[in-house]
């Protein structure tokens, strides 16, 4: 089945630094949606993304999907960044109904 | 913003025991979806749905059923419920509208199965 690689599988950080999370899949996607976990268990969208890329904040994600990978950077790392961050893509040939696979999830801890 | 609401939030049941969780969206979505989430895995879809009446089953569904009663609702249904499903269950709705496929995500809803 579509497989979604995502690393790394954990990430500390120091206050004020930053670094890439990334995704690679397995087959052709059409989509991605990046989720943060928060310290509650919601899920909170960051990003949606068809291609290119797109920025919010500290938070920048591409995604390329003839290259079948999509990133997250984060920079400026804050305290409330820490939780699991998670990419999910869909295949591209799979209709109107979008089956999204997850990848396992980056566990990211940021420290004063 | 979508908004997709859930109960109960926490559940606390016993093995062998049906398990009822609720799925409410307001955004006139025709598709939702139920997933879990389990330490150390990403998502993984039970059963989805195209639209009121309507219900298909995802990647893992045995030992689950589920129910679209309405476009707003969804259920899923644990008839005998075992320990191996204790996890968190999050369900999500979205829409093919102007190409765009996100799925927006509920709060989750903690299950322990004792």
């Known amino acids: 089945g579509d497989q979604v690689e995502q690393s790394p599988s954990a990430l500390s950080l120091h206050e004020g630094t930053g670094s890439a999370l990334r995704c690679n899949f397995t087959?052709?996607?059409?989509?991605v949606q990046w989720f943060r976990k928060n310290s509650r268990g919601s899920l909170i969208n960051l990003f949606y993304?068809?291609?290119g890329t797109k920025e919010n904040g500290r938070l920048k994600s591409a995604f390329d999907s003839k290259e079948r990978y999509s990133t997250l950077h984060i920079r400026d790392a804050q305290l409330e960044d820490s939780g699991t961050y998670f990419c999910a893509a869909g295949p591209l040939l799979s209709g109107s109904f979008n089956k999204l696979t997850f990848g396992a999830g980056t566990r990211l801890a940021v420290c004063p | 913003e979508a908004a997709v609401t859930q109960s109960p939030r926490n559940k606390v049941a016993v093995t062998g025991g049906k398990v009822t969780l609720s799925c409410n969206q307001t955004n006139n979505h025709n598709n939702m979806y139920w997933y879990r989430q389990d330490t150390g895995h990403g998502l993984r879809l039970i059963h989805y749905?195209?639209?009121?009446?309507?219900?298909e089953k995802g990647d893992i569904p045995d030992g689950y059923k589920a129910s679209r009663p309405s476009q707003e609702n969804f259920s899923l249904i644990l008839e005998l419920a075992t320990p191996s499903q204790t996890s968190v269950y999050f369900c999500?709705?979205?829409?093919?509208?102007?190409?765009?496929?996100?799925?927006?995500f509920g709060p989750g809803t903690r299950l322990t199965v004792l």
């Open positions: 749905s195209y639209g009121a009446g309507s219900t």
């Open positions: 087959t052709t996607m059409r989509a």
């Open positions: 993304l068809a291609s």
């Open positions: 999500a709705s979205g829409d093919a509208l102007g190409g765009r496929y996100e799925q927006y």
